[in-house]
């Protein structure tokens, strides 16, 4: 396969990127090095992709149709692998213009350029935040996904709606992944576990918010990574409208389809922070606050229809992907 990956210096992208080039698949790396979060992260990651044969790196924004179009025209991608976004649910209360421009504009850029260059197969990344206000559990693909809480959420919602669109009139193959609160090694500075850690090594309190009754569906990056690869290559069909009724959510007549990747075992919050102190060694100081906007109390994915049609659920336990992250996190910060 000759991929295109966008977002490849970011947490997920950089290991989608090692499991894409130990195969043997020549991996294009897209990404704009934004300063969403320190920057020299993102350059520490692309250090390590740019170790490997088989790896090459443009910097450059989805959003810039013209340097896409280009690219493309260039590189005759067989396969695109779309992870470049804006991040993050609170930054959407406060820079909404940044999501609209990268997740609404660069992915109509993404997909009006997968129809122009005759890609095979478009993955990616949606979000489990799709599923907003919604309280049935677990998180379903055949649920309703029509009541996001924020801007972020309704962006990825939004993408959903757009590859749809292209695979039904152009018959362009799409495949969303819906990921539910990933963490690993190479993780986010803006998300808990480095929030956390960070917090917790110094000293200082951490924010625990709804005051600890929250639930989330911990899932680690190599579990997601290798979803993510698996469900590039299993190509998404056409399959036979019903004969009666409406289409429901999560089915689709056009070669599309959206697959939850999750743990499938949500842990509570102060679980999750027991046995981050467990990996660490050292107790948290707590500062209990309440539920932040945009913030959903719990999230549980339902994970079968990734498991029946592509073969493939994570498995990572938490105490053991806790480990690796606490390792990683001590050597990258040479404590």
Known sequence: ?????????????MHVAQLLVARGDE??????????Y??????????????????????????????????????RFTHVVHLAAQAGVRYSLQNPRAYVQSNLVG????????????VQHLVYASSSSVYGANREMPFSVTHNVDHPVSLYAASKKANEL????YSHLFDLPTTGLR??????????????????????????????????????????????????????????????????GNLQPGSSDAPYRVYNIGNH?????????????????????????????GDVEATYADTEALRRDVGFEPRTPLAEGLARWADWYRAYKGI
């Open 27 to 36: 991996v294009l790396g897209l990404d704009n090095l934004n300063d969403y």
């Open 265 to 293: 075992q949500p842990v509570a919050l102060m679980d999750f922070i027991g046995t981050l102190e467990q990996a660490l060694g050292r107790e948290a100081v707590k500062n209990f606050k309440p539920m932040q906007p």
């Open 1 to 13: 396969m000759r991929i295109l990956l966008t977002g490849a210096a970011g947490f997920i992208g």
């Open 38 to 75: 320190d920057p020299a992260l993102k350059q520490a990651r692309l250090a390590q992709l740019l170790s490997l044969p088989g790896f090459r790196f443009v910097q450059a924004d989805v959003a810039d149709h013209a340097a896409l179009d280009a690219l493309f025209a260039a590189e």
């Open 162 to 165: 757009m590859a749809h669109s």
């Open 107 to 118: 992915f109509g850029n993404v997909l009006e350029a997968c129809r122009q260059h005759k």
């Open 179 to 244: 990921y539910f609160t990933v963490y690993g090694p190479w993780g986010r500075p803006d998300m808990a576990p480095w929030l956390f850690t960070s917090a917790i090594l110094d000293g200082r309190p951490i924010d625990v918010f709804n005051h600890g009754h929250m639930r989330r569906d911990f899932t680690y990056v190599d579990d997601i990574a290798e979803g993510t690869v698996r469900a590039l290559d299993h190509l998404p069909q056409r399959r036979p409208r019903p004969a009666e």
